[in-house]
């Protein structure tokens, strides 16, 4: 197979944002090349203590967004152990990425997530490219300097957040031209 990905574009849903605290609930990844075109996608949802579960997902966040809450709840009795999800995602870039470079790793605000992989799946970490890519550097310079906004809708489900890095990246590049 030809491994031609060269993003490997990840969201994590958790049950905060303190990476020592919080775990992971939910990941996805969708490997695409420099066009944006999609490769490959990744699943899965990571079995969390319960306990630690409603301990973390409470404040102001989780009651604004209470539906994603219970439906990342729910699905958590279905969830897989955390090292094999990472198994599995080493698999999916062992598929998809070239093994003799490391992967570069894209997202919103990626160095949050990437805490929580270096947290959680230090093997998979060590795959990842100590630069990555961030959408979020390309909001703030179009927000603040050109007044530009991109309307990206708020889903908290990992593919979905993928799907609009994705397209809010688009968004910015198109202006360049």
């Known amino acids: 197979m030809t491994k031609h990905a060269t993003l490997l574009w990840i969201d994590l849903e958790m049950t905060g944002l303190d990476p020592r605290e919080?775990?992971?609930?939910?990941?996805?990844?969708?490997?695409?090349?420099?066009?944006?075109?999609?490769?490959?996608?990744?699943e899965a949802v990571t079995r969390v203590d319960t306990e630690l579960m409603n301990q973390r997902m409470v404040g102001q966040f989780w009651e604004t967004f209470s539906d994603v809450r219970?439906?990342?709840m729910e699905q958590n009795e279905n969830g897989k152990d955390v090292l094999a999800v990472e198994d599995e995602l080493l698999t999916f870039v062992?598929?998809?990425?070239d093994s003799e470079k490391p992967v570069l790793l894209a997202g919103?605000?990626?160095h949050q997530?990437?805490?929580f992989i270096e947290n959680e799946w230090p093997r998979l970490n060590a795959k990842l490219h100590y630069r990555m890519l961030d959408v979020s550097a390309?909001?703030?310079?179009?927000?603040?300097?050109?007044?530009k906004k991109f309307a990206k809708p708020e889903a908290h489900r990992a593919i979905e957040d993928i799907q609009g890095s994705i397209e809010e990246l688009k968004y910015y590049l198109a202006k360049l031209k």
């Open 108 to 110: 919103n605000s990626i």
């Open 70 to 72: 219970d439906q990342l």
């Open 94 to 97: 062992d598929e998809h990425f």
């Open 22 to 42: 919080d775990r992971i609930l939910e990941v996805a990844a969708i490997a695409t090349d420099w066009e944006f075109n999609e490769i490959a996608r990744y």
């Open 138 to 147: 390309w909001k703030v310079v179009f927000e603040g300097k050109y007044k």
């Open 113 to 115: 997530d990437r805490k």
